[in-house]
């Protein structure tokens, strides 16, 4: 079991930016290179999305709605995982969740809110 810690939640109008922080402090460091993190997203009712994900080597995925919009980037040396969003929209409202894969095994944080709104 790996210990995610969120951070940088919040609300923010249309168009704003927003960070989201998630590190893995009980992580060994040499173990947390072989994690991929990734941020995935949740609203009511619907299933939790991929939003982007990062290898330890720094091949990214991102889910077709925040393309262009969104960047992830891990420090390994700190382990730390950032999720810099972008011209945020209202359809970005959910709850956000730091994931960590150790060998296929999904490893999740609590969730931190984002809510876009005017």
């Known amino acids: 079991q790996v210990l995610l810690e969120e951070s940088g939640g919040g609300l923010v109008q249309p168009g704003e930016s927003l960070r989201l922080a998630c590190s893995a402090p009980?992580?060994?460091?040499?173990?947390?290179?072989?994690?991929?993190m990734g941020w995935y997203r949740q609203v009511p009712g619907k299933q939790r999305e991929l939003v982007a994900s990062i290898t330890a080597g720094g091949n990214t995925v991102y889910g077709d709605s925040v393309k262009g919009r969104f960047t992830i980037s891990r420090n390994n040396s700190r382990k730390k995982v950032w999720l810099q969003m972008n011209s945020l929209k209202p359809e970005d409202t959910a709850v956000y969740y730091c994931n960590a894969n150790v060998f296929g095994e999904d490893n999740w944080g609590q969730g931190t809110q984002v809510t876009v709104a005017s």
């Open positions: 009980r992580a060994i460091l040499s173990t947390f290179n072989t994690y991929v």
